[in-house]
């Protein structure tokens, strides 16, 4: 009887432990801010948590009504942020930049990492 009690409890304690272990990991998600390259040439900037099924969710003509009329699209460049406000902050930031100053902070992060050429606007 002790023997069965101490398999519950342990079985209980596995599934109790492993329900923390999930909603840490949902806690902990990354927030990322893309930029998109669509058909015309024109760039669409967004927020995700996931940014390949995002940019499939583009491709399919299920996102963002700007860039339907603009498929196919394709992915420039991302940047990863610890928390959802970080990530949409930058977003709004770089919406803010000229095409010019866009394009330029695009080319410098194809030489070394987007999250970095994003720092220089972001301080």
Known sequence: ML??????????????????????????????????ECADGSLYTGYAVDVQARLAAHNAGKGAKYTRARLP?????????????DAMHAEYIFKQLSRNEKDV???????SNFEEALTSILT
Do not use: P
């Not at 209980?12 to 893309?34: C, P, T, V, W």
């Not at 902070?105 to 030489?111: Q, V």
């Open 3 to 36: 023997q069965v009690r101490l398999r519950l409890h342990s079985r209980n304690l596995a599934d109790f432990l492993g329900r923390i272990r999930d909603e840490m990991k949902m806690e902990q998600k990354s927030h990322y801010m893309y930029v998109l």
């Open 73 to 85: 699209v394709s992915l420039l460049a991302y940047a990863e942020f610890a928390s959802k406000h």
């Open 105 to 111: 902070l695009l080319s410098s992060a194809s030489h």
